[in-house]
Every structure is written in C-alpha cells, then in structure tokens.
C-alpha cells in the first residue's frame, strides 16, 4: 500500500477576465478567504451585471468572468 501525502495550498490564484476574455487583474488569495473585486472596465453600450462565479471563500485557483448586459436598444 502507498500513502500519498495530503495537502491544502496556503495561496490560490484568482483570475478575473473581461467581457472580452482579456485578464483585469490576478490575485493571490489565502486558503478559505474571501478575493476582492476589481474595478470593472467600462464597455460601450453595456452595463456591468455581475460576476459569473463565486469568490467569497476560495478553496482553489479559479476564473471569474464580468458579465454586461446590453443598454438600451444596442
């Protein structure tokens, strides 16, 4: 029988992407804590909604992507 050794990271990376894909900013977020939002960048025509995914208590590198809705009739 192997045993492997079981670990938590003390750091995941949080990945915060435009409406576009492109990166806003990435963090470095300690084990179980919460990452902060960016300042989101404005976009012709659109309003920023919200974030597609969690981020409030981090147990693992993840992506979170802006979400906009269109203004008006665009």
């Known amino acids: 029988m192997k045993i492997y050794p079981m670990y938590e990271k003390e750091y995941y990376e949080v990945t915060f ?3 576009n894909g492109e990166v806003i ?3 470095k977020v300690k084990n179980g804590e919460a990452a902060i939002a960016p300042e989101v960048p404005e976009v012709r025509f659109h309003n920023f909604k ?9 147990k693992d590198d993840i992506t979170v992507k802006a ?6 009739d665009y």
């Open 17 to 19: 992407l435009d409406i």
């Open 50 to 58: 919200e974030w597609d995914n969690d981020f409030s208590i981090i």
């Open 25 to 27: 900013e990435v963090q």
């Open 67 to 72: 979400i906009y809705e269109t203004e008006g």
